[in-house]
Structures are given as structure tokens and as C-alpha cells.
């Protein structure tokens, strides 16, 4: 399995900010959010920031917003929909790689990875990441494809809830994805965290089981 590299994302910068104003995932990172609770003063940490959607969510909460994305396009596209964070200071996005994430370690209070690490041929070396730049009180939050999802379950989700158009295709490019890279149980995500360390992990079906909400943290 190949890695994709950072030139093959980046013409596609208006497609996943599309992506991130879909009605199918809009609500997905709310209960992201949600579920990695307040970062009222927190550092917050977007694994493939894509164009900054998800991090714009803590503009009035977080004490310092940090991406990271392989797609030189992407980080342009983030620093300037945070503008005013990135001029006092309170925004940092890099070009970067999820495998080798440029943040010393435990420099965090929430790490985030939408849409990202079922990508990766081996999503396990980002997830270890991911883990060393999160602090002893931190979580992470987590989205990812389940087994259930392929093309044919996306079409009659779609068809079910009345996804059309440019959304509907980009629903159902995930799904193709999906099934070419990496689909995951609850239980093997779990499985994971619990080698790596005494983690809480919970984790919330949605889009009808087509993916998975995971939320781990330490187990103090």
C-alpha cells in the first residue's frame, strides 16, 4: 500500500473543505468535539487539519489551536481561515507528516485526527504519534470508517437520508477509500489503545454504523 504524498492532496483543497461542510460530516465533528470535551484553555492538535474546519470550532475556547497536514495547499488554506488566531499568536499549522508529527512530546491537551489515519498504510505509526504529543491529562478524538462501510452501504445511506450532489460524492469517495486502505472495528481500536497504556476508551456509532467517534483517554 502506498503513501499518498502532499502534491497528490493538494488540488483538492476545495473539495475537502466541501467535505467538512457536509451535512453528513458537519454534525460527525460536532460530537467530536463534543466528546473530547471543553478546551477552554487547552492546546488543541488537528492531525490532516485539511482546511481548518474542525479547529475553527475552538476559536473562542482553545488557548492555543496547532495543525498539522501533509498538503503544503491545505496548511495555506487553515492559516488563513485563522487568521486573527495566527496573528496573536494562538494558531500554529505546519507541513507534515502524521508518521513523524514536528511537536515535542506531551505538548498537548486534545489530539484530533478526522478522515486521516485510515489512510495511512500503517495507521498505527500516526495513532503512536499521536499519543507521544498528548499530555498525562489529554485525549484524543478519532474518526474513522467501520467495516460496514463500502460504496453500496454509503449509496443507500445516502438514498436514506436524502444526501444528493456534491455531497453525496464525497460520501461515497470516503466509502471507496475506505475499502482500499484500512476499516476498523470498535473493538480493534480499543485493542490498540489498551497496548499502548492504560486508556478510557469510548467510542459512538454514526452515519448508521458506517463509522466510528473514538475518544481515549488516559486511564489515571
Known amino acids: 500500500m502506498r503513501k499518498m504524498t502532499g502534491e497528490e492532496f493538494d488540488p483538492l483543497v476545495s473539495f475537502f473543505d466541501g467535505m467538512a461542510q457536509a451535512s453528513w460530516l ?29 479547529l475553527a470550532r475552538g476559536v473562542h475556547e482553545a488557548a492555543h489551536l496547532a495543525g498539522v497536514d501533509l498538503s503544503k495547499q491545505m496548511v495555506l488554506a487553515t492559516e488563513e481561515r485563522l487568521h486573527e488566531h495566527k496573528q496573536c499568536g494562538r ?28 489512510l495511512l498504510p500503517e495507521p498505527e505509526r500516526g495513532m503512536k504519534e499521536m499519543i507521544r504529543v498528548l499530555n498525562g491529562a489529554g485525549v484524543i478524538g478519532m474518526l474513522n470508517p467501520t467495516n460496514k462501510m463500502n460504496h453500496a452501504a454509503a449509496k443507500a445511506y445516502c438514498k436514506e437520508s436524502g444526501i444528493t450532489g456534491f455531497e453525496e460524492k464525497t460520501l461515497l469517495q470516503w466509502s471507496n477509500v475506505s475499502t482500499r486502505r484500512h476499516r476498523y472495528t470498535a473493538e480493534q481500536l480499543t485493542h490498540f489503545f489498551k497496548q499502548h497504556g492504560a486508556w478510557v476508551v469510548t467510542h459512538e456509532l454514526v452515519l448508521d454504523g458506517l463509522a466510528v467517534v473514538t475518544v481515549a483517554s488516559w486511564n489515571k
Open 26 to 54: 458537519r454534525p460527525v465533528h460536532d460530537r467530536l468535539k463534543k466528546g473530547t470535551g471543553s478546551w477552554a484553555n487547552r492546546a488543541v492538535l488537528d492531525v490532516g487539519c485539511g482546511t481548518g474546519r474542525l
Open 91 to 118: 494558531l500554529t499549522v505546519v507541513q507534515g507528516d502524521a508518521y513523524d508529527l514536528p511537536f515535542a512530546d506531551e505538548s498537548f491537551d486534545v489530539c484530533l485526527s478526522t478522515c486521516v489515519m485510515f
